[in-house]
């Protein structure tokens, strides 16, 4: 529980979910296979949904920016989960990418940074969506959340400040994994432990509001940033892991 907690409390700062994680744990522990998708899914989609109102408080997002970046996402979402995706040295090549990004975003972070906001029109629209279908598409072949591609992207693009990235993120992250409970609630097994999922649950919720509202109320912008980058470095490091021969 208490590892869970702190997931939470780390990626909630940025408007992550932390799936992949609790998935990594879970599969340590030798959970059953289906209930290491439901819970470690249930146990995303409150930590995005929490954060997601905490940031929404403080940065309400531009819905017509966020929209159709969102809802563009779904049916990509769907089509990436259709298709069978097993090449290791793509996952490598995913994996070191991600490594790349996340030194060269920990690097080029100022602490006098600005962001302006791009004004809204038909062709921010219209990339806004082609963004929010691509990673939708991505996550879902990759049997990730999403945040951790979109948010990297967005902060190079200068897309907003930090904080209101963090928050795109966690609504980004909160329709992809309702998207992939749909996909696997039939795989739910008979037995359930009812008792621990609750637990975790509880453990990921009070580390998510604490973890976002000191993303919210105590970091700065710049930390914000850094904390991205070092959490899409453990997502290099972890999909490295999984598909090196040397891990």
Known sequence: MFLFFCIALVYSMVGFGGRSSYMALLSFYAFPVGEIH????????????????????????????????VLISIPFYFIGAALKFTHSNLYMLLGVNLIIVSVVLWVRTKSNETYTAAKGGTLNVLADGLIGGYIGFLSSLLGMGGGIFLAPLLNFRKWDNPK?????????????????????????PQVVDYQRTIALSVAVLAGGQIGARLGVYRLSVAMIRRVTAFLVFLAGLEVLSRHLPVF
Not at 43 to 64: D, F, L, Q, T
Not at 173 to 178: E, G, R
Request: net charge positive; hydrophobic share 55%.
């Open 38 to 69: 439901v819970v470690s899914l249930l146990c995303n989609i409150i930590v995005v949904s929490g954060s997601a109102h905490v940031y929404m408080k403080k940065h309400m997002p531009e819905w017509r920016r966020v929209l159709p970046m």
């Open 164 to 188: 209101k990235i963090a928050t795109l993120a966690a609504i980004f992250v909160f329709t992809n994994s309702i998207c992939s409970m749909v996909q696997v609630v039939g795989d739910i």
